[in-house]
Structure formats: C-alpha cells, structure tokens
C-alpha cells in the first residue's frame, strides 16, 4: 500500500507569514508524529497523535507551532508567523502500535517538507 | 542537551569491509534503540531496533550491539555495499517519553566501490 506522504514537498515563504504542511499517514496506522530536522542536526520531536487521546505537544517549540489530526487520517501542522530560525525539513511519520509496551516502535516517516523562511 | 549523541558526522568504507557506526546516550531511562536509514530527499526508513534487556541483535548484514553500562550502541553493516552509503541516525525511546524518539544527529556513511 501508500506510504506516508506529504505536501508541499517544498515552501518558501517570507518571514511573518503563515504556513500549513500536510500528512497523510498509512492507512489504518493511529499513531502520528511530527519531527523537524534542522541543518546538521537531528530529528526533533514536536507533537504526537495517538488515536482519539489528547496529543502530546510537549516537543512544540513555541506557541507559533499547532497541529491537528482529523480522526486518524490527515494532519496539518500550522506555523505561524514564521521566523527564519523555523527553516527545517518538517517530517511526518505514522505507527500502528497502539500504546503500552512496544515490541518495536517503528514509525514509518513520509519525504518530508523543507521549509525556507527567507 | 543532546541526550542522543553520534560523534562521527562521516565515515567511509571501502566495498566488502564493516562499517561501524557509532551511538552515545546520556538518559538511563532509555530502554528501546532504534536505527534508522535516510537516502537524501526521502523520510527515514527503519532498519533494525534493540531492547534494553539485550546486548545483540543481527538481521542479515545488520547487527546493533547495545552496551548500557558504557550508555554506548553500535551498529555493524558487513559485508558493506556501496547502496549502504546514506545517513544513519541511532534512535532512543523510554516509556516515560511514551513513543516519542530522540534521535541524534546521524552519520554519513560513504561506500567505496
């Protein structure tokens, strides 16, 4: 079946403005994440959806970030008011281990969006 | 605080010898590793995990070696393949994190054919 997508693959936009990237997860998986990699670093956490639970936006840097889930289908991870410092590869992954003990957390991640804040 | 920590940002190989790739982590609660694979413009794709109640676990040409009291994992790709040259970024998770990763910040692993 279809991986983890996601759209656009790539934005450029001016600082201040808002943006809205997208994922579409595996079909049937009800655990969603939200990563960024920024330059030379590594993947960064920012928000986790698990099935009809309240997310967990522990990883969101600041209030500028939001995301919601749809059921467990699409995503959106909301930026607004972008700065420059918010230029990143914005990845999406989806799992379908539920909760609890987990034999093998994987998470299959989609392309990514980079985002460039000029 | 990087909890998760790959110092080696490169390594190259010549075709045919093992590559080791390299992890530190510094949270103790870490009980699930994870290494994850990265072709450029693609999301990572997972390779091969390890529990914290074991020391080894081999999948083919894969084998991550997991050693807590050192806080240290490692991962072995032998015989290396030039189609094995990607980022390789190791992956920690803990049940107080729930199923969030903290990654590092991956190594470049060039092959030589």
């Known amino acids: 079946g279809a991986g983890v997508s996601q759209s656009p693959s790539n934005k450029v936009t001016e600082k201040g403005k808002d943006v809205e990237l997208r994922c579409d997860p595996i079909?049937?998986?009800?655990?969603l994440y939200w990563y960024r990699q920024r330059l030379g670093q590594g993947l960064e956490f920012l928000i986790y959806f698990q099935g009809n639970s309240a997310p967990d936006k522990s990883g969101l840097p600041s209030d500028r970030f939001s995301a919601e889930r749809t059921g467990e289908s699409v995503s959106t991870l909301t930026i607004q008011r972008t700065q420059q410092e918010d230029s990143a590869v914005y990845l999406c992954a989806s799992s379908s281990r539920t909760s609890g003990r987990r034999g093998d957390n994987e998470q299959f991640f989609g392309p990514g969006t980079r985002l460039t804040v000029l | 605080d990087q909890q998760v920590k790959q110092n080696s940002p490169s390594l190259s190989v010549q075709e045919g010898r093992i590559s080791i790739l390299n992890c530190d982590y510094t949270?103790?609660?870490?009980?699930?590793f994870l290494w994850y694979k990265k072709y450029p413009a693609e999301g990572p794709t997972f390779l091969i995990s390890i529990s914290s109640i074991k020391d080894k676990n081999e999948d083919g040409r894969f084998t991550v070696f997991l050693n807590k009291s050192a806080k240290h994992l490692s991962l072995h790709i032998v015989p290396s393949q030039p189609g094995d040259s990607a980022v390789y970024f190791c992956?920690?998770?803990?049940?107080?994190?729930?199923?969030?990763?903290?990654f590092g910040a991956g190594t470049i692993l060039r092959v030589k054919s």
């Open positions: 079909s049937g998986h009800t655990a």
């Open positions: 992956a920690a998770s803990t049940m107080e994190y729930g199923n969030k990763l903290v």
């Open positions: 949270n103790s609660m870490f009980d699930y």
